[in-house]
């Protein structure tokens, strides 16, 4: 009998711990499947389709969520300086208690929001302005996305392109005038007062070399020489120094915005002075079409005439220095440790067959491309104007296109003449051919 009851007594204690392990069996392979230290368990909502059939299927599927989870953790690391949210920052700490269970899930969705927020970051900024765009928007959409036509300039505005010319020229105010006597040729709108940019250059020269003052002598740029107005960039940056010649050089040859208005602040009296400089050398050429407000063209309020820009030219070329420096093929200068290659804005002074004895070329939107210079022609100097082009290389197209005709042209006494009606901007546009 007791053989029997100690039988009956293994038996139940073998039958509970067979319970006791059949309970803890579950629990440890779930252990085993939890993951370890920062790594994100993946959710069961992503697991593949193919995986969710079987067990075996979800624990192979369960190595790779964890590698995908690591790589997303040191992308959020990474992007931590570019996101502009975390999780982790947003979300409070878990207690110093919290089970390792409540972490990982913490760490998982701190990882899958870091890299939500990283890629926002990294697809929801604009790389040319630093401004922040619709993060739904696609690059295909942006593309799609209609563009601001371009600004017209003031000669489009009024009419002046619509005006016939037989050249057909590409620029609204076209003048050319023979140096020696003041012959013109080509007119074409020459009364028109537009907006001249850059040419306001050659002026800004005329008053510097008029008031004498050292070339040797170093100026410095500084801050109040960057442009405020239309944010062109610049090599000179704050700090560099140079001689007064160098920044003369640079603002006729390479239109170097900042090296004008310097050479305007360090005029006696400041840039007000120099400014009703410019404006009284203007009244003296009688230029009465002609008006400054700065001395680099930047401004819209610097305006002038095709023909109060010839005479200006013709002014300009009895400098010896404004004949060498506007019309130099580069400079090199050394603003600071590292030299700067500087080169001229004008494609035709390195074009073969041309002559030219001076020159500058200028742009804002308002003006459109502009061209001066004067070129031998035939054995004649010439002054040409060519204002508001529709494109950069429109202005020289219309200066070869000119040079052509003078040339095939015999008797020089035939000339061309296209303009509107300058006190009435609507009225019909008149166009003639011969003799002025």
């Known amino acids: 009998m007791s053989q029997v009851f100690l039988l009956q007594h293994f038996s139940v204690f073998f039958a509970g711990a067979g319970v006791v392990l059949a309970l803890i069996s579950p629990l440890a392979a779930a252990q085993s499947q939890a993951p370890r230290g920062n790594e994100a368990a993946k959710p069961p909502a992503t697991a593949p389709k193919s995986a969710q059939g079987s067990p075996a299927a979800g624990q192979r599927a369960a190595k790779p969520a964890a590698s995908s989870a690591q790589k997303g953790k040191r992308k959020a690391k990474q992007n931590k300086s570019s996101a502009p949210a975390r999780a982790s920052e947003e979300s409070p700490k878990p207690a110093q208690g919290a089970k390792s269970g409540a972490r990982a899930a913490a760490v998982g969705a701190g990882v899958a929001a870091g890299a939500a927020a990283a890629a926002a970051s990294s697809n929801g900024a604009d790389a040319a302005g630093g401004r922040a765009v619709t993060p739904s928007a696609s690059p295909k959409q942006a593309s799609l996305a209609p563009q601001a036509p371009p600004r017209p300039s003031v000669g489009e505005s009024i009419g002046l392109k619509s005006v016939a010319d037989p050249l057909s020229l590409h620029s609204s105010v076209a003048l050319v005038v023979d140096a020696r006597n003041g012959d013109v040729l080509v007119r074409k709108n020459p009364n028109a007062v537009l907006p001249i940019a850059s040419i306001t250059k050659l002026m800004t020269a005329i008053v510097v070399l008029d008031a004498g003052l050292p070339l040797n002598e170093r100026l410095q740029i500084t801050r109040d020489d960057i442009d405020r107005m239309r944010h062109t960039s610049s090599r000179l940056h704050p700090g560099a120094w140079l001689t007064r010649a160098e920044m003369l050089q640079l603002a006729l040859m390479s239109s170097e915005n900042r090296a004008a208005n310097a050479l305007g602040r ?42 109060d820009l010839a005479q200006l030219v013709r002014t300009a070329s009895s400098y010896p220095l404004i004949r060498q420096y506007s019309t130099a093929r580069s400079l090199t200068v050394q603003p600071a440790r590292e030299a700067l290659g500087f080169y001229n804005t004008n494609r035709l002074i390195s074009t073969a067959g041309w002559s030219i004895g001076l020159q500058k070329t200028g742009f804002i939107s308002e003006a459109g491309n502009c061209l001066v210079m004067v070129a031998n022609v035939e054995g004649r100097p010439l002054v040409f104007v060519l204002l508001d082009a529709a494109g950069k290389l429109a202005r020289f197209g219309d200066a070869q296109r000119i040079r052509a005709w003078v040339e095939k042209s015999s008797p020089p006494s035939q000339r061309i003449h296209a303009e509107s009606e300058p006190a009435d901007r609507t009225a019909p546009l008149r166009v003639s051919m011969g003799a002025h």
Request: net charge positive; glycine share 12%; hydrophobic share 40%.
């Open 266 to 307: 360090h005029y006696p009296g400041g840039m007000p002075a120099f400014v009703a400089a410019m404006n009284a050398k203007s009244r003296a050429l009688g230029l009465h079409d002609t008006r400054f407000v700065e001395p680099t063209g930047l401004s819209s309020a610097n305006v002038s005439s095709g023909r």
